[in-house]
């Protein structure tokens, strides 16, 4: 493994005797008022680092050693400090026929810094400070690696329901920063904890088990079973904008009290108990849309003008029709009396025409995504000199490649607040009964009260006050459990039992009504984002504007002389009418008049746009694994 470190991790080192330093006790809620223990508090400051390759750095002439500079640090082709994940293991003699190989991964230029909005950066080297993390925490708010004992832990004893058996666990805990309710003013206080960036690129490859490996070429290690095989996935994974604060993991000795009954096992029985509260957050969604506009087109529709064999009434011959405009028909002159000679087939005054324009005009809509500060995004294809299929830097010392600045699939603004397992039901990790493999234990919750009511969450929202006993909650974003206060400043909790998930626009209830359920919901709305493949641009659409020439006709009765009721007249249908004399452009028969008769701008969300997402509320009952291949 190569990297180097940007500037030291300032270490801020306070020791706690006894529980009895005023520090660690204000980190305790009264809700662990049972806690005793010792810790060690610390706090990076101007902190970042990045994975380089050697030499990565420019040599100082005066000193003689090597530092990074905002120049050399803008250098992403020298990120080539690796992890490599080696395939052990043989193959059997069946999937070596079949041409199995095994996954032989490099993990490169693994960095952190400070958060930047660039997707396809894996570095803040915009400046050599600015890209460091000037405060993770504050002295208040520190990180916190301590030994605590907790009392009155419930066992996993459950001879009845309401069996109240507890003991007390020791265990080791490593706890981020807590997570504000109010964000930070400044950097200083710790605002950059809000504004992480966690990037890599990576190198995979399917390798033969028969050939040996070979650091300094690529020979033949890779072809397995010939044609088509040797080849790379090249995958870059930069997460910009977001926190891990309000993190924390504890482990452990579990409690006994397990029986192999009511679905439970003696293994969870003093044994290596693990728990964790993951959060990893982008900062609350339920405001994150994009901005849509639209401009309605609009109908105008010409009152009816009465024609004689397609002429208006003003036109020669003589009129035939007083000046009825925008009145369907309208009184028959002389010239074309109600006489059997004007009735007759054939005869000019027949027929009868009115006719009228209609004009709609545009409409348009957009559709813009706003400043986007916060995605995970994950991309392969690579740009300017692409490198061959099979190099990598640790064989065939390559630079670091250069990626597509929009290309692959983005996740904006996720928010991920896992709940794994709580002291009461922690996730348990042995040895397998055929004792070489590993088995990891989600423990199933027994039928005991002081257990299943610490998890379950009531969702009546009666506001009894008793809530039923029921004391589980959902961690997301905006809440995790029951608020604290240290110094004056206000934290979310750590006492979820709920986990959530959401990716994008999303509806939290927190402000609305009911405001007791938390829940959070994806927003559904046009202006909703959440998941692209490439990055969201923005859209429009819109229609010209269009005209249309209604014409209808009315025909007089042989024997009586009395005209019809007006219908539409299909263009062409009569070549008494002339068309050329009244349509402004091409005679078009408007075909539905009725509302809404004009055409609409279609929609212009981007195509690539999937839309928002939120799981909310899971909570793991039980979860079991076992490791078969060792």
Not at 303 to 309: D, E, G, K, R, S
Not at 501 to 509: E, F, K
Request: net charge neutral.
């Amino acid at each position: 493994m190569k990297f180097s470190m940007l500037n030291h991790l300032a270490l801020v080192m306070s020791l706690i005797l006894s529980g009895q330093t005023y520090a660690l006790e204000m980190l305790e809620d009264e809700s662990l008022s049972d806690v005793t223990g010792e810790g060690v508090a610390f706090l990076p400051e101007n902190f970042a680092m990045v994975f380089r390759g050697a030499n990565a750095a420019t040599l100082d002439v005066i000193t003689g050693q090597y530092k990074e500079t905002t120049l050399t640090l803008a250098d992403r082709t020298k990120d080539t400090g690796y992890i490599r994940y080696i395939p052990v293991g043989p193959l059997t003699a069946t999937a070596t026929a079949a041409g199995a190989g095994k996954g032989d991964l490099f993990l490169y230029g693994l960095a952190i810094s400070r958060g930047d909005a660039d997707f396809n950066n894996r570095f803040n080297s915009a400046a050599l400070n600015a890209g460091k993390i000037e405060a993770w925490g504050t002295s208040g708010n520190p990180w916190l690696f301590k030994v605590q004992t907790q009392a009155s832990v419930p066992d996993f004893t459950s001879a009845a329901p309401t069996d109240t058996s507890t003991g007390s666990v020791t265990y080791l805990s490593l706890e981020a920063p807590l997570y504000h309710k109010t964000l930070p003013a400044t950097r200083a206080t710790g605002l950059d904890a809000y504004n992480l960036k966690l990037a890599m690129w990576a190198d995979a490859f399917v390798r033969r088990s028969d050939v040996a490996e070979n650091m300094t070429a690529t020979g033949t290690q890779f072809d397995v079973n010939g044609g088509g095989r040797a080849n790379r996935l090249r995958l870059q994974a930069v997460w910009d904008g977001f926190s891990i604060n309000g993190s924390e993991i504890r482990l452990f000795q579990t409690l006994a009290g397990a029986t192999n009954t009511g679905g439970l096992s003696t293994f969870y029985n003093n044994t290596l108990g693990l728990t964790g509260l993951l959060r990893f957050n982008s900062g609350a969604t339920n405001t994150l849309r994009a901005i849509h506009t639209y401009t309605a087109g609009s109908r105008t529709v010409e009152a009816y003008t009465v024609t004689w064999n397609g002429l208006k009434y003003t036109l020669a011959p003589a009129p035939n029709y007083t000046d009825t405009s925008g009145v369907s028909g309208g009184a028959v002159s002389p010239n074309c009396a109600n006489i059997a000679a004007h009735n007759a087939a054939g005869s000019s005054c027949r027929i009868r025409y009115q006719t009228r324009a209609t004009i709609d005009s545009a409409s348009s809509t957009t559709w813009t995504p706003p400043t986007l500060s916060s995605a995970l995004r994950f991309n392969t294809q690579e740009t300017g000199a692409v490198q061959g299929l099979l190099e990598t830097s640790a064989i065939n010392g390559t630079s670091a490649p250069t990626f597509n600045a929009t290309e692959g699939m983005y996740i904006y603004n996720p928010n991920i607040n896992l709940v794994v397992g709580q002291m009461y039901q922690p996730l348990v990790v042995g040895v397998a009964p055929d004792g070489r493999n590993l088995m990891l234990e989600v423990a199933r919750i027994p039928n005991k009260e002081l257990i299943y009511k610490k998890i379950y969450t009531n969702y009546d929202n009666s506001n009894s006050g008793t809530n039923g006993g029921y004391l589980g909650s959902t961690c997301n974003v905006h809440r995790c459990g029951a608020d604290r206060s240290l110094y004056g400043v206000d934290y979310q909790g750590n006492s979820a039992t709920h986990s959530s998930i959401s990716i994008g626009s999303t509806v939290w209830s927190g402000t609305g009504t009911p405001t007791s359920f938390n829940l959070l919901t994806a927003y559904s709305g046009i202006e909703a984002f959440g998941v692209s493949f490439g990055a969201l641009t923005a859209g429009s659409a819109s229609t010209a504007a269009q005209s249309y020439r209604d014409v209808q006709s009315s025909t007089r009765a042989t024997a009586t002389g009395v005209f019809g009721a007006y219908a539409n007249l299909g263009v062409g249908s009569s070549a008494l009418f002339n068309a050329a004399a009244f349509s402004p452009n091409t005679w078009t028969q408007q075909a539905a008049l009725a509302a809404p008769a004009f055409v609409q701008a279609k929609d212009s969300v981007p195509l690539n746009n999937l839309g928002s997402a939120v799981i909310d509320g899971m909570l793991i009952q039980h979860l079991k694994i076992t490791t078969k291949g060792l």
